[in-house]
């Protein structure tokens, strides 16, 4: 074969075959930001949309989303009477391994995981609904510790369940089991072992996820509470700040972090708060009911916040000001992520993906599709719950036992 001939051949394959070269290691992403790393994706999109790679039908019930690293996705469902973290290849959706952590928690909306498991390495951290927070092997799923943050932390299960996707930072977990013991911990990422709980800190947990930040040099973990917003010490789990916050019922979507501030919004009527940290206090800049985003998440980005408000629709936000830039209501309720000047947004009711520009003008509709087919499987209160993500040219999203990936290569 000549030179030619070969060159040739390579560049066919690597045209051919999406290049894996970046990973989505946990819920929202690198920092849970909720960016894609891809810097281009396909827009527009065909009129059925971009074309679907594989559908897997057998991933049980539940509203995880996924983590993606390298050719594996990992997410989790309820099937064979248990809750399962379940492995399968990116490139097929074959089903590469699965791992039991134990029963299954029922609920009115849905029944089954709620949270995305959080790969580190050569391991992945999962919790069940009911918490059981386990450390698995990434290759197999052979189980390398437990720990039940009812029994062993003292925690206190939610009317949802917990539904938190737990936060590896350096040597610790961290994640929030609620209760008297300590409302956050920081257990041994390697054996489980309790480092620290947050014995100033104490009551229930929420439906949030922690993140960690670094204000003026100073890490820490914020984590969004019913009735405040908190920092925590990543040292030994002091309580750093705290500021309230007016929310009731659930308090579900993760906070976001700029410009030295955290952004927190919740459903049930409570509105948003913008809070600055890099004085000698938190400072609450502005309160507002403007952005009300029940679950579907909220994204900052260039300085503008965009997601759903159940007052208004889908909203651009000023993050600085809390002014509204944009509302619009074409599209239902639901959830969304960030990909290369692109909202990609899922409709929870009937299943319609729409792709927008991020942009602080106007709302402005690229494409649209509806997911197909869609699950037997969701009860009645449930609705299209996991949220969408892009990475190496591939859009995933789920509805209950079924996963889709579909090919957003440009």
């Known amino acids: ?29 690198e920092g849970r930001v909720g960016h894609s790393p891809d810097t281009s994706i396909l827009a527009p ?31 989790m469902g309820a099937r064979q009477k248990s809750e399962q973290v379940i492995c399968l290849d990116t490139t097929s959706g074959k089903e590469l391994w699965a791992t039991s952590l134990g029963p299954v928690y029922e609920n009115n909306w849905g029944d089954g995981p709620r949270s995305t498991p959080t790969v580190d390495g050569d391991h992945l951290y999962a919790l069940s609904a009911t918490g059981i927070l386990a450390c698995l092997n990434i290759k197999d799923g052979t189980e390398v ?6 029994k062993s932390l003292g925690g206190e299960l939610q009317g949802w369940g917990y539904t938190e996707s737990v936060l590896i930072d350096g040597d610790h977990v961290i ?19 309790v480092v620290w ?8 947990a929420q439906y949030s996820s922690p993140i960690r930040i670094e204000v003026n040099g100073q890490p820490q973990y914020a984590q969004l509470l019913m009735n405040k917003v908190v920092g925590i010490a990543p040292k030994d789990g002091s309580l750093l700040w705290e500021t309230s916050f007016p929310g009731r019922v ?6 976001v972090f700029h410009d030295n501030s955290v952004y ?26 403007s952005i009300t985003n029940h679950h579907g998440g909220v994204i900052v980005v260039d300085g503008k ?26 599209l239902g309720k639901g959830t969304c992520t960030y990909a290369a000047g692109h909202l990609i947004c899922v409709d929870e009711n009937d299943g319609t993906v729409v792709l927008a520009t991020a942009k602080p003008d106007k709302w402005q509709e690229i494409s649209r599709f509806k997911l197909a087919p869609q699950t037997s499987l969701r009860k009645k209160e449930g609705r299209i719950w996991s949220h969408p993500v892009v990475v190496n040219g591939r859009l995933y999203l789920r509805d209950q036992d079924l996963i889709f990936c579909y090919n957003v290569q440009k």
């Open 264 to 289: 927190a919004t919740a459903g049930y009527g409570t509105g948003c708060q913008m809070i600055k940290l890099d004085g000698a206090e938190p400072e609450v800049v502005y309160e507002e009911k």
């Open 197 to 204: 709980q947050s014995s100033k800190l104490k009551g229930p």
């Open 305 to 330: 916040i965009y997601g759903h408000s159940d007052k208004g629709g889908w909203t651009c936000q000023d993050f600085l000001t809390g002014k509204i830039e944009w509302q619009d209501e074409s």
């Open 145 to 150: 510790w437990k720990v039940d943050m009812v």
């Open 45 to 75: 999109w065909p009129k059925s949309g971009p074309k679907q790679s594989w559908i897997f039908k057998d991933a049980g019930v539940g509203y995880s989303s996924f983590s993606i690293v390298g050719p594996r996705l990992f997410t």
């Open 250 to 255: 659930a308090v579900i979507p993760t906070l």
């Open 1 to 29: 074969m000549t030179s030619h001939a070969i060159a040739f051949l390579a560049t066919a394959v690597l045209t051919a075959t999406p290049l894996l070269s970046a990973d989505w290691p946990q819920w929202r992403g």
């Open 175 to 193: 994640c929030t089991p609620g209760g008297q013991q300590g409302t956050m911990a920081a257990l041994h990422k390697k054996t489980g072992a």
